[in-house]
């Protein structure tokens, strides 16, 4: 965790320096909205309904519920409420709050330092990473008194952690959210038009647009699961370089 941690934060470190807590604001939602239709994408997006399968489902006992996560998240802002702030960013399909949990000696005040955004379980049958976030964030409050890295992290950054933005579709363990859409290629792309039929967009993926519009994030990762796979920077290429 401290290996993992120490990389990415001299990472961000070395890059340019970005206001946290949207001291740059980006653009809006709207900027975003080009009413195209897309009608193939958008049902190429509908994955195929995943069988539960006994094993499958005992592997899921094993990990929070999202009842346990919100329990979690909110534990964590009353034991480390002096480097910490609670939020949400929105609902999901099902309204389960997208909580994130910041983490700085100065939470929710605009600086002049890096913000990095950590996401956890963008697709619903990749649990791991909402457990590791929680962990992450449990291991900062645990050692940012008495280990000079995880106290660096604190003094000079501000991390946005959302373990989860599937919620619905970790409770029904499968891959898409509750309407069955793969929140992973319901962005907007880079270089071509996809995905740009703003109605129908996930509220989830809504409500990641709109937090990225309103804090520039200097770096971000997102956790996934299950395949050992390095991605290029934009991965949306037409060669698939």
Known sequence: ????????????????????????RGGTLSEYENDRSNVAITKARVLLEDEKSPNKIARARGYMT????????KDFGRRCSNISRIYSIGESVNG??????????KPGEEEGEPAFKYIGNVHGDEPVGRELLIRLANWICDNHLKDPLVRSIVENSHLHILPSINPDGFALQRRGNAKNI?????FPDQ????????????PETAAVMKWLSEIRFTGSATLHGGALVA??????????R
């Open 191 to 202: 270089f071509f038009p996809l995905n740009d039929d703003i109605h129908t967009r996930q």
């Open 96 to 105: 389960v709050p997208l909580w994130v949990i910041e983490i700085s000696d």
């Open 1 to 24: 965790m401290k290996l993992l941690v120490g990389v990415l934060f001299s990472f961000f470190l070395a890059l340019p320096s970005a206001v946290a807590r949207g001291g740059e």
């Open 231 to 240: 991605n290029y920077p934009w991965d949306g290429t037409s060669d698939g």
């Open 182 to 186: 793969d929140l992973n290629r319901d």
């Open 66 to 73: 999202n009842s346990d996560l919100e329990k979690a998240v």
